[in-house]
């Protein structure tokens, strides 16, 4: 069974940052893009930030100059360096990954920016 399994996220100051990572896992045939989405309480889930398996890379307005993907060479698993947080950045963060010709999601982590 394949599964995408996130870590890090918590609570953190205005200014200050954080490193959100995900790990696919299981029988994978193939994977292609993995990215990040957010949902914060009220609003629309939103994508973040994406990364295809060569390379191409997509940022959400709000947090380009800020937030930075990546992804590890075996292409399994997906960082997201997260600085100069705000607190409108406060959400549950959604890892996402097309694995074996489907969309995948992890369980999601709180990111909770506040002083």
């Known amino acids: 069974q394949v599964q995408l399994v996130e870590s890090g996220g918590g609570l953190v100051q205005p200014g200050g940052s954080l490193r959100l990572s995900c790990t696919a896992s299981?029988?994978?045939?193939?994977?292609?893009?993995m990215g990040w989405y957010r949902q914060a309480p009220g609003k629309d889930h939103e994508l973040v930030a994406a990364?295809?398996?060569?390379?191409?890379?997509t940022y959400a307005d709000s947090v380009k100059g800020r937030f930075t993907i990546a992804r590890d060479n075996a292409k399994t698993t997906v960082y997201l360096e997260m600085n100069s947080l705000k607190p409108e950045d406060t959400a549950v963060y959604y890892c996402?990954?097309?694995?074996?010709?489907?969309?995948?999601w992890g369980q999601g982590t709180q990111v909770a920016v506040s002083s």
């Open positions: 996402n990954a097309d694995i074996n010709a489907k969309h995948m």
């Open positions: 299981g029988m994978i045939f193939s994977i292609n893009t």
């Open positions: 990364i295809s398996s060569g390379g191409n890379i």
